[in-house]
Structures are given as structure tokens and as C-alpha cells.
């Protein structure tokens, strides 16, 4: 029966009913610690956080398995107490916990540092060795995702992004949704480029525009620039004209002036010549 109760709630896609038939198991066999687990487990999936933190203690108790020590933090953090968590984190019986359960124990601190406000202690928190030990393993996928969710928290979208892919390409048994989560950067990524585009497109014309209107600008200006040079040759075009017509006028007053005088040394000439003629009845 408690067998049956077991299968039934691993198998239960209702987290609620699935709690119920853990609950009943524990009924039937209270001392023991896979009885305890499951229970402890099934409330946890439930949201139960205080009955998953008793059930859990049971479990540690009865096992002496440090690996529910994640799993206990993170209930006292559900329940606000941020304080309990982190003695939980950095508590001497962390040390003794095996690799996987260290690095659980940082995705959980990473999650307290997170709801302290402190974005960049959340992203410190995770980088261990495990992160960047140049090999990419299914166990580590939980820690790249927990990495890329905190860089994305303080802005690094573009780090996030290459993590959150990691965290997918790890993934093999599909604990997270690490491939959902890059596809929506990758959505973000080229919306913004579009929003470049059309800015980079709109400067453009404003530009052109600008352009344009210099172009226009310049064009009025030697027009009128034209203008005013045509308008001082016909003005320096006038005064030459009038100038040669002085000029022609001066040489005509002088050339008649000369024909007067001409006239006049000529009349001189003839009454001079008949003054000396002799009147030969004389």
C-alpha cells in the first residue's frame, strides 16, 4: 500500500493531490526516510513551505543526508526568513556536502542575495569553479541557468544570453527552460536592432532633409549673389557709358574749338596777304 501511495504521487501531474497521497504514505510509515523524502518533495512542489521544511528535517533526521540542505534553505527564504536560509548556506554542515549539493547550495544564496537587493553579490555567488572548469555537463545545467538568470537581473543581456544557451545545450533531461528563455533575448536582440534601423533610417532622412534645404539655401544665395553682381555691371556698364559720352562730347567741344581757331588763323592769313599786295594803278 505505501508503495502504491508512493508511485501514485510521483506520477500525479496535480501537485496538490499529489501531496495528499504522500501525506497518506506517511500515515502508513512515518519512520521511514523515502517516506519522509517523498513527502517532504511532494509539499515543496505544493508551495506547502512550512510542512516541506518539516518534512524535510524528518527526512535529515532519519537519512543524515546533507543534500536536502538546499531544498530546506530555500523554504526558510519562501518564507521570508533570509537570515535562517543563509546559516542554512554557510553552515559547517555545507561544507561537508558532496559537489552537487554545494552547487545547489550557491544557486540558493545567489536567489537570497537576489531578494536582498544585492544584483551583483547574486552574481558572484555563483562563480565557482564548477562554472568556467572548460567542461559543459548535464549536472552543471541548473548552475549556467542560475548564472545567465542573475547576469540578466543587473542588465548583461548580451553574457546572459551566451550562458542561458550553455544552460540549454546541458539540459538534456529539459529541467529548465533555458532554450525558451534564449529564443526571448534573441526576440529582444532583434527588436531593438529594428528600433537602430528605423532610427538610423529616420537621422537619415532628417539629413537628406537637411541636405535639401542647405542645398536650397546656397542656390538662393548665389542667386541673389547673381544678382547683385549683374546689378553692379549694370551699374559699372552705365557709368562707362556715360563716361565715354562725356568723353565724346569733350573731344567734339575740342574739335570744333580747333576748326574756330583754324577758321579764324585762316581769315588772319588772307588779311595779312592783301595788306602786302600793291595796287599797280599806283
Known amino acids: 500500500m505505501v508503495a502504491r501511495l508512493l508511485v501514485a504521487t510521483s506520477v500525479t501531474d496535480d501537485p496538490e493531490l499529489a ?13 521511514v526516510g523515502v517516506v519522509r523524502e517523498t513527502c517532504a518533495i511532494a509539499a515543496y512542489q505544493a508551495g506547502d513551505w512550512s510542512a516541506a521544511l518539516a518534512e524535510f528535517r524528518a527526512a535529515r533526521r532519519l537519512t543524515g543526508r546533507s543534500s536536502y540542505l538546499p531544498l530546506m534553505a530555500d523554504c526558510e527564504r519562501a518564507l521570508g526568513r533570509l537570515d535562517r536560509a543563509l546559516d542554512l548556506v554557510t553552515g559547517e ?5 558532496d559537489q552537487q549539493t554545494r552547487i545547489e547550495l550557491r544557486i540558493v ?7 536582498q537587493g544585492l544584483l551583483d553579490a547574486a552574481v558572484v555567488a555563483l562563480q565557482i569553479p564548477e562554472l568556467n572548469d572548460g567542461r559543459m555537463k548535464p549536472a552543471y545545467a541548473r548552475l549556467y541557468y542560475a548564472y545567465a538568470d542573475a547576469l540578466l537581473q543587473t542588465g548583461r543581456e548580451e553574457e546572459a544570453r551566451d550562458w542561458f544557451g550553455r544552460a ?3 539540459d538534456v533531461d529539459g ?9 526571448e533575448l534573441d526576440d529582444i536582440s532583434m527588436d531593438d536592432l529594428e528600433l537602430d534601423e528605423d532610427f538610423g533610417a529616420d537621422e537619415g532622412d532628417e539629413s537628406a532633409d537637411g541636405d535639401e534645404d542647405a542645398d536650397a ?5 548665389d542667386d541673389e549673389l547673381d544678382s547683385d553682381e549683374d546689378a553692379d555691371d549694370a551699374d559699372a556698364d552705365g557709368h562707362e557709358d556715360a563716361d565715354d559720352d562725356d568723353l565724346d562730347e569733350d573731344v567734339l567741344n575740342d574739335d570744333d574749338e580747333l576748326d574756330s581757331e ?3 588763323v ?12 600793291v595796287d599797280p594803278r599806283s
Open 19 to 31: 501531496f495528499k497521497y504522500a501525506k497518506k504514505a506517511r500515515g502508513l510509515a512515518a519512520r
Open 93 to 97: 554542515d555545507s561544507k561537508s556536502a
Open 109 to 115: 544564496e545567489s536567489g537570497i542575495r537576489r531578494d
Open 168 to 170: 540549454a545545450s546541458a
Open 175 to 183: 529541467e529548465t527552460d533555458a532554450a525558451e528563455r534564449c529564443d
Open 217 to 221: 539655401e546656397a542656390e538662393a544665395d
Open 262 to 264: 583754324d577758321d579764324e
Open 266 to 277: 585762316a581769315e588772319d592769313d588772307r588779311g595779312a596777304s592783301d595788306a602786302d599786295e
